[in-house]
């Protein structure tokens, strides 16, 4: 995997795209989410969705949206929803009771700031608003469809997706037989889903035939699992500093990662052969309206932090 970002795009500024979506992103959490009584609660809501980060899923949904010609629009209630159910995955990660982080996005987390009572709250109340989100606020789109995106995105994050994924993380902490079929299952089913939403909500309510929402579901379940690998890369050659996050921190967890189980070369191989895969499935898509999806399964790849 190189170090840089990938050059095979020459005509796309993908920093300026990256920073007009997640603007725009910003805009439409901060208006979603409003400092309102009880004040505890939104302040902490908030203090984590509103603390930054990179925006790829959000990003991801607008995107695919675009592929299949919807407009903005019509995805960004559920591009903010994706983004609130992280943010609420993050919180509750961070906790004592699970990771037992005190570092987020390189501020402290929110049960530093406000508790592991309010933290555990802020993280059900994200949960719950961003289902209603999608349902009130998305505008020109058939019910049928937003039906359809609220199904989709509910599933992904259940006992059949992320909830799963972070069971069998949890508890294969300390295991000495875990292979890669198992370590893949773990981030098919912990970080895959909700890229995989993003994908498939934006083809959905941007009006998607069934056949693109699939083709988008397997680029996102392929950068799902690029992020992974990625993530568990850096995890281990970065500092706490470069990441805004503790690093080491899975070394210490005694956690399976694909450096402990395949080394750091042969997972940089790995990454390289997901992210080829993914963009194998644009092809068949209008070139151009493709290349944001292009730019962003390389910024993955290549990401520093």
Sequence with gaps: ???????????????????DKVNAVNQALDSAVPLRDPVKIHEAMRYSLLAGGKRVRPVLCLAAC??????ESMVMPAACALEMIHTMSLVHDD??????????????TNHKVYGEDIAVLAGDALLAFSFEHIAVSTVGVTPD?????????????GAE??????????????LTNVGLDHLEFIHVHKTAPLLEAAAVLGAILGGGHDEDVEKLRKFARNIGLLFQVVDDILDVTKSSKELGKTAGKDLVADKVTFPKLMGINKSKEFAEKLKSDALELLQGFDPEKSTPLIALANYIAYRQN
């Design 1 to 19: 995997m190189k170090e840089d970002q990938d050059p095979q795009l020459p005509s796309f500024d993908f920093k300026s795209f990256m920073v």
């Design 66 to 71: 675009d592929l299949v010609g919807g407009k």
């Design 95 to 108: 906790l004592p009771c699970m990771d037992n982080d005190d570092l987020r996005r390189g501020k402290p």
């Design 145 to 157: 469809r937003i039906v359809r995106a609220i199904g989709e995105l509910a599933k992904s994050i």
């Design 161 to 174: 997706g992320l909830a799963a994924g972070q069971v069998v993380d949890i508890t294969s902490e300390g």
